[in-house]
């Protein structure tokens, strides 16, 4: 089901200008395969409008397209899934009303990564593992010896986010990460098709 090993965060604000979609869209043609739609300050028609087009991107490139808490807006456009934050619905209450979806859970330590399973969540992310300001909000960094713990408890795959760049990319999946969740280092990218290409080959290489 999680046949993805790079996440794709969006970040409109970070984007230097350009138009959402164009840089998603050059993300799918470097061969992204899963994005999420996580823009917090649109109205909900904004969301829906942008959501309909992304969907047909995502469609069109064949690529998983997951939407931040809105399960009512993932519904409406057919999107893959959702991702929960730690103040969301339950994973469990969310497949009663959408069983088909895939469901991924935000969590910053072992304990809320433990829950998430528990919960019924197909994937979580854990983070921030460095820096980014994105997620200064969450606390400090967690390091990548938390996915080293998180790895040896629990047995849904995990994807590693907050501050991966092309440099540090292959230490977080050889601490056990099944993949990696980005914003900026693509989002920010000025040539977007390149970063994407740079972090497949930092987390495929041996």
Do not use: C, W
């Amino acid at each position: 089901m999680i046949d993805f090993n790079l996440y794709l965060i969006t970040d409109r604000h970070q984007t230097g200008g350009r138009p959402l979609l164009t840089v998603v869209e050059e993300a799918l043609q470097a061969g992204i395969k899963a994005v999420q739609l996580r823009e917090k300050d649109l109205s909900a028609k904004e969301l829906f409008e942008l959501a309909q087009n992304l969907r047909r991107l995502t469609r069109q490139y064949h690529a998983r397209f997951f939407i931040n808490d809105r399960v009512d807006i993932a519904m409406a456009v057919e999107a893959d899934g959702v991702h929960l934050g730690q103040k969301s619905f339950s994973a469990k209450d969310v497949k009663r009303i959408f069983p088909k979806a895939i469901i991924g859970v935000s969590t910053h330590s072992l304990d809320e990564a433990k829950k998430a399973e528990a919960g019924e969540a197909d994937f979580i992310t854990i983070g921030p593992i460095f820096y980014t300001p994105s997620k200064a909000s969450y606390g400090e960094p967690l390091g990548v010896e938390v996915i080293k713990q998180v790895r040896k408890e629990i047995h849904t795959p995990v994807f590693a986010i907050g501050g991966i760049k092309e440099d540090n990319a292959r230490g977080v999946i050889d601490a056990g990460a099944d993949g990696i969740a980005v914003i900026s280092a693509v989002m920010r990218a000025e040539d977007v098709e390149e970063a994407v290409r740079e972090m497949y080959a930092a987390i495929s290489q041996k």
